[in-house]
T-cell receptor, first 112, second 114 residues
Framework: DAKTTQPNSMESNEEEPVHLPCNHS???????IHWYRQLPSQGPEYVIH???SNVNNRMASLAIAEDRKSSTLILHRATLRDAAVYYC?????????????FGEGTQLTVNP | NAGVTQTPKFRILKIGQSMTLQCTQD?????MYWYRQDPGMGLKLIYY???????DKGEVPNGYNVSRSTTEDFPLRLELAAPSQTSVYFC?????????????FGPGTRLTVL
């Protein structure tokens, strides 16, 4: 499976935008890029995913490089509640049986 | 919808004891998963199921057993608990295990083996 590389930790200030990078230089053409986050003492929760085009939803935006070897999760205005571990995951395209493989993620700290 | 629910929330076991971690989902998902998460690490897949009566091993299956008799329930059994099984266990589900679908996770069971 293709691997992802994320910084171990990042810090931001409340109400400022946050850009969380992810490198996936060995991504294959059919891998989806998924982002999950895990708040303290909770299970992971889905944030966003994309294949080639940039994506927006109510939680975040996902910017995907043209060569797909990197992506950036954008939180437009960080809140204290966004402090979490963020996982960038490549999910291989399958019509069924596609698994999630978690790395260690990026610990985001949000300062008030 | 309650989503994915897990019981118990916490448990302390002695070495050699057995227990079953319960997982239920009410979203009619056919795929269900068990993960474990050690401190400071990402989640590792223990077992998964693609439907009632069908289960398969994940990355770290040793020391665990699963069964899937209904669509809703996917219990994880620990036989002869060992300190290495001290971890947080998460159950998850999704529809068809399709790459463009999201996976839903339960709140976790924190297990300590002493």
């Amino acid at each position: 499976d293709a691997k992802t590389t994320q910084p171990n930790s990042m810090e931001s200030n409340e109400e400022e935008p946050v850009h969380l990078p992810c490198n996936h230089s060995t991504i294959s053409g059919t891998d989806y890029i998924h982002w999950y986050r895990q708040l303290p003492s909770q299970g992971p929760e889905y944030v966003i995913h994309g294949l080639t085009s940039n994506v927006n939803n109510r939680m975040a935006s996902l910017a995907i490089a043209e060569d797909r070897k990197s992506s950036t999760l954008i939180l437009h205005r960080a809140t204290l509640r966004d402090a979490a571990v963020y996982y960038c995951i490549l999910r291989k395209y399958e019509t069924s049986g596609s698994r999630l493989t978690f790395g260690e993620g990026t610990q985001l700290t949000v300062n008030p | 919808n309650a989503g994915v629910t897990q019981t118990p929330k916490f448990r302390i076991l002695k070495i050699g004891q057995s227990m079953t971690l319960q997982c239920t989902q009410d979203m009619n998902h056919n795929y269900m998963y068990w993960y474990r998460q050690d401190p400071g690490m990402g989640l590792k897949l223990i077992y998964y199921s693609v439907g009632a009566g069908i289960t398969d091993k994940g990355e770290v299956p040793n020391g665990y057993n699963v069964s899937r008799s209904t669509t809703e329930d996917f219990p994880l059994r620990l036989e002869l608990a060992a300190p290495s099984q001290t971890s947080v266990y998460f159950c998850a589900s999704d529809w068809e295990g399709v790459s463009y679908n999201e996976q839903f996770f339960g709140p976790g069971t924190r297990l300590t083996v002493l």
